[in-house]
């Protein structure tokens, strides 16, 4: 029958204990497991293939990994609980691309581009369904899933809010950086903060939360606008007048030095992050504070300082 | 800040112990409840609201409502646990329309019609997540939340796969009515699956599932069979030839008298679901052998039988 089977587990298929050699390949193969099929639509096996074969830099799922790690959770369950806000990431660029009718992704062609919007709405469905899909995968910590589950719904809920406030367009007429800096935060912060938030849910320190959600939330903003820097000229392409909410031209409209402004917002928000970072327990936070050091020298590279 | 917010709690406001005096009332506000937000996106908020206004009959939720009863369940886990197929056919129906380009829905605008595409996508990947969500509220089921999201995970992947599988152009330039009704009961037998499924599944019952998903894609096949004969016109309309899958047009093309073969397949299937409703623990499933009773009237109206 054409039913579901359980013959895919979402758990993470390395053994228990052995040491994780090659973190972005586990990732991979853990999140490639989690959307399997054995039989189904011959398209979305297609575009399931296609889209792991550029699948990013997983730098949501190795903060999460390094941070279940400190806290003490066991490598196959750190990859697994790591996986969640990956897949939802993913998820949201594949619906993202839907929406912006961006043709590429990653060096290759975007999947409604590849085959149609039936295709990639299909598969970001499956990529969400597969993320709280992993959450079975943990179950020695039974009495942690229902607050889990409840954070992760929290996250998807405000990345999707945030998604759709960006494309405002009461926000792109808007000449106010703030807006746009809220913006940012509100669409890319959710996941960066489910990264640290779900391995401190699951090891029971739910008063960390909120130092992790404004940690993340800092870097997000930060993270945002160096790709803003990056995209600043195909942005104003699309949008000659506030560049299609990019923050760079906020910064434009406020400052005749907009590069050094971007820079000194940058060391501000990201030594904030990293204070925030450094309060988490059982130094948890060392794989964003060092997420945060990669993404000043980035913002210098950006921005012309010399050091 | 624009993060998540831990004011919302996905569990049902009823009070444990009431008796339900207007089941699709408190459906409805579970429902409603679950994709809830205190702020975010004026325009998501809005198409929920607008959603609402006119959210169809909840077969799904009255079905996995009284099949939850059936086996114990307290009423406001009833509910609960219903409302997850039922929140996410929502999803899948929103989705849809998208897809097939439909602009009206229950007898008003579709969302991505009455909005764009950008919301109604936001909104169906809301529904799927809230699905999940709700699975916190069922904290005193602890040991069977695993696998109860690996159920929900299954019957949502294998939606997918079957709602992708119905447009392929293979399927709409066959003649093969087999090939049709596996395309129906593929996209709508696992939801009607998991309506009955989930209720098994958090009362360990889970050597009932197999006779539960037979049982639930047999029905899903005929009440497919009804939507296809009411619609027959407008698909043919869309597909002259193979009328865009419509069950009834393949069987024009092997029989003569399609209407009395549409009705002795659904007698057939039908008693076959009350068979195999009949074995469920606790006489479980009453609720889906009553529905089966309406659908069967509803058929033989169709059809032209006169009792």
Redesign the interface.
Known sequence: ??????LT??AVECPAGSPVTDLPEVIRHTMQNA?M?E???D??QAAIDHHFRSPGGYLRARLGYHTASALGIESHHAITVASISELLHN?SLI?DD??DRDTRRRGQASVWHQWN???A??L???F???A??L?????TF??R???L??????????T??????S??PRLHASDRFRRYA?AA??KS??LF?LALEAPLVLTGHHEARMNA??AT?AFATIFQLADDIEDYDADMALDPEYGAGNMLRALERISSEPLPRARSYSDLLLARSQRLAGRLPAASGTALTDECDLLRTRIHGLTGASG
Chains 1, 2 share one sequence.
């Open positions: 029958m054409t039913g579901p089977s359980t587990d979402p959307v099929v039989a189904g639509s398209a979305l998820a619906h839907v929406l919007e039936g295709v709405i299909c970001g469905d499956l969400i369904s597969a709280f899909g959450i079975a995968g943990l179950d039974a009495s899933l229902p607050p589950i409840t954070l992760v719904h929290e996250h998807v809920r405000a999707i809010h945030g998604q759709l406030s494309l405002s809220e935060r509100g912060g959710p903060g959600r404004h939330g």
